[in-house]
């Protein structure tokens, strides 16, 4: 008797032919992208347009539990296909936000974050230029007819450079900066420049391929109006604008980058002074875990002058580091005193605290994990 099931090397060839037909499909998507982003570039709409997306990923939701396919496969499915997208939309460059643009003068353009800036502006049609160190001698004729002034520079130059920039700008100029610390950087602009004032922290390191979907914190200085196509500009790109006080802003940098940055260098340095294994702790680690040290090993790979300078140059870090101490220390005594029933009481408190944000970073992070275990390679036994 024949057996009835399909030959196993024909089902095989099937699901390739249909893999082929998905790669010629997203093909014919990236040429249509190409269209979409030339476009964009020409009528200033922005690379990531929210409602847009939204309205996409609930259709073809729909149209995929209509299917009987997994409708959180497929929002996983195009979201890839998206990120692709934004980045190849920058591509064919942006357009500028001013029908006359002045040129940008970035201090410190040759620096990472400087040299994504100038490399935007460029893109956007803008006349950039580069004021460094060795520059200052000819800083008045760089600095002539600039319409933006953006200040690149390490944390602990900033409000130096910034005053070595007073009586050198155009009266109409906007003075800004990117630096994560805004209060003395934002009042360090405001003696030094009589014009617009903007203060811009770009939440995103240097080596980001797309600022779409990026959050841009923007601090007011001065003259709102006079510094709105800075925003727009930001905005073509892809930025998501978020407005807050220069105070508010530091107190919270120093929760999420001092403190956070500064707990993974101590982490980093405990596994190398205790000469870990991390051979043996990646093949035992499950994609939580392995992310855990992903993101210590990434801290490590980059440079150590922009950590030093985000932990040390923030004084609210240090008391929150200080406090981070405190609290652990006592965690030890309790762990060591096996109090269990004083760490779930702990537990529970600090849940609560969370409330419902608890049960949705739960679910943000079982995506991340989902797609951290995709890219993990396991050998055979």
Not at 131 to 160: F, K, N, Y
Not at 336 to 360: C, K, L, T
């Amino acid at each position: 008797m024949s057996d009835p099931t399909p030959d196993l090397d024909d089902l095989r060839r099937q699901i390739d032919t249909v893999d082929t037909r998905l790669v010629a499909l997203l093909a014919e998507r990236r040429d249509l992208v190409a269209q979409v982003a030339q476009y964009k570039s020409i009528h200033g709409i922005p690379v990531y347009v929210p409602e847009r997306e939204a309205a996409l990923l609930a259709a073809r939701r729909t149209e995929a539990a209509q299917a009987g396919v997994s409708p959180d496969l497929i929002e996983d499915l195009l979201r890839r296909i998206m990120r692709e997208s934004y980045s190849a939309e920058g591509e064919t460059g942006y357009r500028c936000a001013l029908t006359d643009p002045r040129p940008v003068v970035i201090v410190g353009g040759g620096g990472a974050m400087g040299s994504l800036l100038g490399d935007l502006f460029n893109r956007s049609g803008f006349t950039v230029r580069i004021l460094e160190t060795g520059d200052w001698d000819r800083a008045e004729s760089i600095l002539t007819g600039a319409g933006l002034v953006l200040v690149s520079v390490p944390i602990a130059a900033t409000v130096p450079v910034i005053q070595r920039l007073q009586g050198l700008l155009p009266a109409d100029a906007i003075l800004a900066d990117v630096t994560s610390r805004k209060a003395d950087a934002l009042a360090a602009m405001l003696a030094a420049h009589a014009g617009p004032v903007l203060g811009l922290h770009p939440m995103c390191g240097p080596t980001t391929a797309t600022l779409a979907k990026q959050v841009v914190v923007r601090c007011l200085g001065r003259d709102e109006a006079a510094s709105g196509w800075v925003l727009d500009q930001f905005q073509i790109w892809g930025a998501s604008i978020v407005d807050t006080d220069a105070a508010v802003h530091d107190w919270a940098m120093a929760r999420i980058q001092a403190l956070r940055h500064f707990a993974t260098f101590v982490y980093g340095v405990h596994l190398q002074e205790e000469d870990a294994d991390l051979a043996a702790m990646l093949e035992l680690s499950s994609p939580i875990y392995r992310l855990e040290l992903a993101m210590t090993g990434r801290l490590f790979a980059q440079d150590p002058g922009l950590y030093t300078d985000i932990i040390f140059d923030s004084a609210e870090g240090l008391e929150e580091a200080e406090r981070f101490r405190d609290r652990f220390a006592a965690a030890v005594e309790m762990y060591r005193s096996g109090d269990r029933e004083g760490f779930r009481r702990r537990f529970r408190d600090v849940r609560e605290w969370f409330g419902p944000v608890a049960e949705e970073f739960l679910a943000e992070s079982s995506v991340l994990l989902a797609q951290a275990g995709d890219r993990v390679g396991r050998k055979g036994r």
